[in-house]
């Protein structure tokens, strides 16, 4: 069979792009140990999260550890925080060095939440508790974002962690 000159080389470059990136797959999975970062394993009634979903808020679990309920809804992240920023979104402070666990749930819509500059991201979807933890090393101020759309206010929904010294 007759293949062209040029097409050989095309088709040489497809097949290195794709052993590279199936290389950098297996390095990732098996030496780097990269995972999923969100293990949604437990479920909810979506019509009844008020009852079966805890008081949204920040606990202080000991030892640096806490965990934070989050309710998702259009178009805000409740973190149950008495503390808002400007656009009147909740903030929650931990001190650096803290583990965090994050627990969301979903009042109506799938909405998606992300922490910038951390490895955490979920989809959270309507009957599932989605669970991330992350370690907070840097000071800083981090903002949760909304990365699924969700109608007209998604483009406004976040919140914001602030990491102290
Ligand atoms: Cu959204």
Redesign the pocket.
């Known amino acids: 069979m007759h293949v062209d000159r040029f097409e050989r080389y095309w088709l040489i470059i497809i097949a290195a792009v794709m052993g590279a990136f199936f290389a950098a797959l297996l390095a990732g999975a098996l030496i780097f140990g990269v995972r999923l970062p969100s293990n949604p394993t437990q479920y909810i009634n979506p019509l009844a999260v008020d009852e079966e979903f805890p008081e949204p808020g920040l606990r202080d679990m000991g030892n640096g550890q806490y965990t934070v309920y989050i309710l ?1 809804q ?2 805000r992240f409740d973190l149950g925080s008495d503390e808002k920023d400007a656009d009147g979104n909740d903030v929650i402070r931990v001190p650096a060095g803290s583990q965090v666990t994050f627990s969301i749930t979903s009042r109506d ?1 799938t ?2 939440f992300i922490i910038e500059r951390h490895n955490a991201n979920i989809e959270v979807v309507p009957g599932h508790v989605g669970n991330v933890t992350v370690k907070f090393e840097t000071p800083g101020e981090y903002r949760m974002l ?6 007209q ?3 406004r ?1 976040h919140a914001t962690i602030i990491v102290e010294e």
């Open positions: 998702a259009m178009w819509v909405h998606g909304c990365h699924e759309y969700c109608g206010g998604h483009h929904m």
